[in-house]
């Protein structure tokens, strides 16, 4: 196990950095690494002064931004333990979770605060917005007093922000809790993932050793900080590394998202395969089926001129300076990946979860193989738990410095995911082959039986049906021994065709059968159901398959 300390490489940072620009919001407010100390180091002052102790949980509720960053990174190397929050859940799973988490202070936005009732949040001291850390609410009425006057101590010592000298952040045990990270899962019920200094540390320095970045490197930060994902590798990993890392800061469109990209042209780009889906479905695919393209594509020389302009277009879609695209996060679409593999584009397949912190899979773009999510981490054992782990289909599980130390205040569900040897079971079935790919089948919870006994995995019909062109989203699920496609159409796509419901299901029927063409005939669709609207969500955007089931 890496030895390593996740404030030091947080200080460290701060100091070798100093004058290179850290963080910023699209097309707003940006700041140094030596700005961002200040800031860490008066946000330590104020929590000092009302009462915060090592050890103590601090919520954050807001969109990403440079200072939900700032908050975030000041929690940590203070000592004590952040519990992001979605902005996302309703205003009643906000309470309940702040409760939950014994949070003593709330970093919030302006337009959550006036929604959130401070009252029903019983634990908390002091309310503090995200925009400026100006306070909100206390819970006494002399403690914003002794804020006030320990803020201004502070700015009367450090008139110009503070030095470099004056950075030196508490060495945390390994074992101490970074973060508790609470997952709406499909089930409807919330977890606090309990992620130690370890897990972080050692997810940092993977992507230190592994991923292509280097310092004054530039970073599009779009997916949810709430998340692991988002949070580690788009902000924490290169903020230690000393790149430039820009938040989003509003609701991310594939159509904004390409536009930051072309604007700020990242180094790495971390995202999740819808925005990557999108480009192949709705740019590359319909221009493959032209009759001429589709001829030219039969030709080899002209094949690879086709190709490459086809490449050339996607890169600079992506601002053209990336090294690397690592998609994670849901499974991705074979079609998609087939295609972007032929043109040579340099992407790669992760694979992790929040409760590893959250990577457990990876391998570089030159190095990754078709259809795998990569190998297993430095600091994990992975396998398969079959009695072939490369022909047998088992669920992954692992042990190891990633793994979470449990869910908070729920010994009984830490039990069920973790055994007595400290293997985590992932609750996804997969195979490893003799190069330690591993190759993910789907979800345990998802897979159905068919009537002749045959395990059949949803997610890889589904992904066969949303890459069909009228198609939005789809669940396959089973009813009365046969399988059933639920299909929510792409409303946008039949506007612009001129296509109307009354169409949708002899378009539908016809897609049905050209979906069982590629199917072996146990898991062949039987039936479909038109559905309008889409289906409901997590706000980690996973279906809520238990609805539908």
């Known amino acids: 196990m890496i030895m390593e300390n996740l404030v030091k490489l947080f200080e460290k940072s701060l100091i070798d950095n100093w004058s290179i620009k850290a963080l910023a919001d699209y097309q ?317 584009l340099p992407f790669t397949v992760g694979y992790g979860m929040t409760e590893c912190g959250p990577l457990m899979a990876y391998a570089s773009w030159k190095t990754t193989v078709l259809g795998a999510s990569g190998r297993a981490v430095d600091e994990l054992e992975v396998k398969i738990d079959s009695s072939d782990q490369q022909n047998e289909i088992g669920e992954i599980i692992c042990r190891g410095s990633h793994v979470m130390s449990g869910y908070y205040k729920n010994e009984e569900e830490t039990k069920k995911v973790i055994d007595e040897d400290g293997w985590m079971h992932s609750g996804d079935l997969g195979t490893i082959d003799e190069k330690g790919n591993i190759f993910i089948k789907g979800r345990k919870k998802t897979m159905l039986l068919s009537a002749a006994g045959k395990n059949i995995y949803p997610d890889e019909i589904e992904s066969i049906i949303n890459n069909m062109w009228y198609v939005l989203e789809s669940l396959v699920v089973m009813r009365n021994n046969i399988l059933v496609a639920l299909i929510v159409p792409d409303k946008e796509v039949m506007k612009s065709d001129g296509k109307t419901e009354s169409e949708l299901q002899a378009i539908f029927k016809e897609y049905i059968n050209i979906l069982n063409q590629k199917l072996p005939k146990y898991m062949q669709v039987m039936d479909f159901e038109v559905q309008m609207e889409e289906f409901e969500k997590t706000p980690k955007r996973s279906i809520k398959r238990f609805l539908y089931s």
């Not at 190397?77 to 979605?86: F, K, M």
């Not at 019920?189 to 991923?211: E, F, P, W």
Request: hydrophobic residues 40%; charged residues 20%.
């Open 28 to 344: 707003g407010d940006s700041f140094t690494y030596g700005e961002v100390a200040t800031k860490i180091c008066r946000l330590h002052t104020l929590f000092k002064s009302c009462g915060v102790e090592k050890g103590d949980k601090v919520a954050i509720i807001g969109k990403n931004s440079a200072h939900w960053g700032i908050a975030y990174i000041a929690t940590v190397t203070y000592g004590a333990t952040i519990v992001p929050l979605l902005p996302d859940f309703p205003i009643d799973s906000l309470h309940n979770l702040v409760n939950h988490s014994d949070s003593v202070a709330l970093f919030v936005s302006g337009a959550i605060y006036n929604n959130i009732t401070v009252a029903e949040m019983s634990a908390l001291r002091t309310v503090v917005k995200i925009e400026d850390y100006s306070i909100l609410n206390t819970s006494e009425n002399d403690l914003a007093n002794k804020i006030t006057e320990g803020l201004k101590a502070f700015d009367e010592k450090y008139p110009d922000g503070v030095c470099k000298e004056a950075i030196d952040f508490e060495i945390m045990d390994k074992e101490a809790p970074a973060v508790i990270s609470y997952t709406s899962g499909t089930t409807g019920v919330s977890k606090g993932v309990v992620i130690a200094h370890r897990s972080l540390t050692d997810n940092i320095l993977y992507g230190q050793r592994n991923m292509p970045l280097n310092q004054g490197d530039t970073i599009v930060s779009f997916l949810p900080s709430a998340h692991m994902y988002g949070c580690v590798f788009e902000f924490l990993f290169p903020f230690t590394i000393g790149c430039s890392i820009t938040f989003l800061t509003r609701m991310p469109s594939p159509a904004v998202i390409l536009k930051a990209f072309a604007e700020i042209q990242p180094a790495l780009i971390l995202s999740v395969p819808l925005v990557i889906e999108k480009i192949y479905k709705k740019k590359i695919k319909p221009m493959l089926q032209k009759p001429a393209i589709s001829l030219m594509t039969k030709i080899p020389g002209l094949k690879q001129l086709i190709y490459k302009k086809i490449k050339k277009s996607v890169y600079e879609s992506f601002g053209g300076k990336f090294r690397e695209l690592v998609i994670g996060g849901a499974a991705f679409n074979p079609e998609a990946e087939q295609f972007f593999k032929k043109i040579k």
